[in-house]
């Protein structure tokens, strides 16, 4: 079945470094691929996300591009904040279904 | 703008008691869905509902019932509470289109006792 894998956290990092959060997926069909971002006490909100092969997707400074030949989605920043401080999730629907990795929390340091 | 209301925030149950968990949203989204958080799962699937009067199960159905009577309501009823079901349960919704963007609610923090 449909799948994501993640990279395990969590994450610790100096302000102003760089971030990579390893994504791979598994899915029959062809999925559209989402970064979702999670701050403490409050639900899911959408960070960026791809629809069909080689698009990167963008936002706040995030990027990730969909990759069909590694089938992945890594997200990278290029110069983390310390306000990036949250749980990061991968997910992809190919229809009336989501899946979502485990997460990985990043702390940002100043 | 109110987006995807999820009430209550917190609750704790006894065993075997049973309680719903509400949902609305005020954005015409057709498709709603109920997800379980628990550390290091991620986020599971437990229900979801493409329109008014369908619903269909997820990744973990068990212990759970769902019903859509209006598009704006996707309420989730645990008939006999287990500690398993100890989580913090998210309901979601999307806009048509096939977009995929879900929004999600607050959250509602259950314990089983």
């Known amino acids: 079945g449909d799948s994501v894998t993640q990279m395990e956290g969590p994450v610790t990092l100096s302000e102003e470094a760089f971030l990579t959060i390893n994504c791979t997926y598994t899915?029959?069909?062809?999925?559209?691929l989402f970064w979702y971002v999670q701050y403490p006490g409050e639900g899911l909100q959408l960070l960026l996300k791809?629809?069909?092969?080689?698009d990167k997707g963008s936002n706040k400074g995030f990027e990730a591009t969909y990759r069909k030949e590694t089938t992945s989605f890594h997200l990278e920043k290029g110069s983390v904040q310390v306000s990036d401080s949250a749980v990061y999730f991968c997910?992809?629907?190919?229809?009336?279904?989501?899946?979502f990795g485990t997460g990985t929390s990043l702390t940002v340091i100043p | 703008n109110a987006g995807v209301t999820q009430t209550p925030k917190f609750q704790v149950l006894k065993t075997g008691q049973s309680m719903t968990l509400q949902c609305a949203q005020d954005m015409n989204h057709e498709y709603m869905s109920w997800y379980r958080q628990d550390p290091g799962m991620g986020l599971r699937l437990i229900h979801y509902?493409?329109?008014?009067?369908?619903?269909d199960q997820g990744e973990v159905p068990n212990g759970y019932n769902v019903s859509r009577s209006t598009t704006e309501d996707f309420p989730l009823r645990l008939l006999s509470a287990a500690p398993s079901q100890t989580s913090v349960y998210f309901c979601a919704s999307s806009p048509p289109g096939g977009t995929g963007e879900l929004f999600f609610g607050e959250g509602s923090r259950l314990t089983v006792l």
């Open positions: 791809a629809t069909k092969a080689d």
């Open positions: 997910a992809l629907t190919t229809g009336n279904q989501f899946y």
């Open positions: 899915a029959t069909g062809y999925p559209s």
């Open positions: 509902s493409v329109g008014a009067g369908i619903t």
